[in-house]
């Protein structure tokens, strides 16, 4: 991960998620969950089928699991849980005006939120999204800051800039296995993908810029991946996607 490599550039490794042949549409789902959370597995367990069946395609579909904290105390503490994905599922909540915070919440394309379990209502969000053009595609590329491997650097390139935009940025792992000891869900072992490490949201006021994202150590890079997304401030509304899998990046 030295050097910069821009998302899809290496047919062989990753297929370019970034556009669709559906309708040249991108499909974000924001998984909105907890370790502590009883009724929060089979949404996992549909994340991590979106992701694995988009994948299998080559369907612009990037899915990420944001981990709240609200219910850290009833017995588990999330170890990827973090008061700023709790305020922004607050500010979903707010702009739907439905006054209701909950898990799991799915959220698409920042604009369609329903209980996060539901498989019908997911698959016709996701279809929905696809067949409706990116006003503001997107790519990116990585580098890893010479520091140890503690940070890394995402560079970022929008085109047909929308106004009052922000470019979100979040590196997701795979793969992770937690036991859970306490709680809801005790004695339980869960597996999560796409498991939001590190989430960082500018203002889109260029058409390119960097955002600098933590690197957790003991993130599995070969796990990992890079998704970036553009939002309109005012509606939420997701106009563009891309994403990078740092083992790609690495090549």
Not at 76 to 85: E, L
Not at 86 to 92: I, K, L, M, V
Request: proline share 7%.
């Amino acid at each position: 991960m030295t050097n910069p490599s821009p998302a899809g550039s290496d047919p062989a490794r990753q297929p370019d998620r970034s556009s669709s042949e559906v309708g040249g549409g991108v499909a974000v789902v924001e998984l909105f969950t907890s370790q502590g959370c009883n009724s929060c597995p089979p949404a996992e367990e549909l994340l991590t089928e979106i992701d694995h069946d988009s994948r299998t395609r080559g369907e612009p579909v990037f899915t990420l699991g944001f981990h709240v904290d609200y219910w850290d105390d009833l017995g588990w503490p999330d170890q990827f849980a973090d008061a700023a994905y709790t305020a922004r599922q607050e500010a979903y909540v707010r702009g739907f005006g439905s006054g209701r915070l909950y898990t799991p919440q799915m959220i698409v394309n920042g604009t369609v939120e329903f209980v996060g379990s539901d498989p019908g209502r997911a698959a016709s969000a996701i279809a929905s999204a696809l067949m409706s053009p990116a006003a503001a595609p997107l790519t990116l590329s990585v580098a890893e800051v010479a520091d140890g491997g503690q940070r890394m650097m995402v560079g970022y390139r929008a085109q047909r800039l929308p106004q009052h935009a922000v470019v979100n940025v979040a590196l997701v792992q795979r793969g992770l296995h937690s036991e859970i000891a306490r709680g809801e869900k005790a004695g339980r072992t869960l597996r999560q993908d796409n498991v939001v490490r590190a989430f960082a949201s500018v203002p889109l006021d260029a058409e390119q810029g960097q955002v600098e994202l933590a690197t957790p150590p003991d993130l599995d890079p070969g796990q990992s991946t890079v998704i970036g997304y553009v939002q309109r401030e005012g509606d939420r509304a997701v106009v563009g996607a891309t994403a990078v899998d740092l083992s790609a990046a690495a090549g």
